[in-house]
T-cell receptor, first 114, second 113 residues
Framework: ETGVTQSPTHLIKTRGQQVTLRCSSQSGHNTVSWYQQALGQGPQFIFQYYREEENGRGNFPPRFSGLQFPNYSSELNVNALELDDSALYLC?????????????FGSGTRLTVV | AQSVTQPDIHITVSEGASLELRCNYSYGATPYLFWYVQSPGQGLQLLLKYFSGDTLVQGIKGFEAEFKRSQSSFNLRKPSVHWSDAAEYFCASVGSSASKIIFGSGTRLSIRP
């Protein structure tokens, strides 16, 4: 059974650029959630995808967008990067959305915006 | 609004000593509660979870947590810590929409040799 895989592990971007982060869910999991973890803080919920549809969104601007594919892998896209977007981005997959049997987290993508 | 509070930012304990990390939640109904651990530069690993039933929950690595509804608490305990337990610990609950996890701000655990 594979876990959650995120790529890339580290990324440096310039303010104003766009970035795409990728996540492969744990085998059999159909729900993917994305979190932003700023330095020294707990993770903050960005959004969740369930069977390719967005199923809840946190307090993040529209320049944060996502996709979930038929194989349940997912992408997080951030447009017009700002310095405050520098953070660890975590992806978590779960078997179902309404009954949280457990969330499996990836190791994250460290994004630095300069 | 639903929230999770970890009142201790940083705790240092001696190796072999007992540990208790505090967590308080704010939610009307019985929440789903979790404890995660994060080593530097790493993702989150689930230590244990509480959904219902027995209020004392056993987890991995010798950790346990007790759900106390009257105190809105879900404290994490370990009888004897090891140097490898040094990490950041996050308490979390599932929100009313059941679609997002709400995390506390974390407690950093340091181990004194």
């Amino acid at each position: 059974e594979t876990g959650v895989t995120q790529s890339p592990t580290h990324l440096i971007k310039t303010r104003g650029q766009q970035v795409t982060l990728r996540c492969s869910s744990q085998s059999g999991h159909n729900t993917v959630s994305w979190y932003q973890q700023a330095l020294g803080q707990g993770p903050q919920f960005i959004f969740q995808y369930y069977r390719e549809e967005e199923n809840g969104r946190g307090n993040f601007p529209p320049r944060f967008s996502g996709l979930q594919f038929p194989n349940y892998s997912s992408e997080l896209n951030v447009n017009a990067l700002e310095l405050d977007d520098s953070a660890l981005y975590l992806c978590a997959s779960s078997l179902e959305v309404r009954v949280p049997s457990g969330y499996t987290f990836g190791s994250g993508t460290r994004l630095t915006v300069v | 609004a639903q929230s999770v509070t970890q009142p201790d930012i940083h705790i240092t304990v001696s190796e072999g000593a007992s540990l208790e990390l505090r967590c308080n939640y704010s939610y009307g109904a019985t929440p789903y509660l979790f404890w995660y651990v994060q080593s530097p530069g790493q993702g989150l690993q689930l230590l244990l979870k509480y959904f219902s039933g027995d209020t004392l929950v056993q987890g991995i690595k010798g950790f346990e947590a007790e759900f106390k509804r009257s105190q809105s608490s879900f404290n994490l305990r370990k009888p004897s810590v090891h140097w490898s337990d040094a990490a950041e610990y996050f308490c979390a609950s599932v929100g009313s929409s059941a679609s997002k996890i709400i995390f506390g701000s974390g407690t950093r655990l340091s181990i004194r040799p």
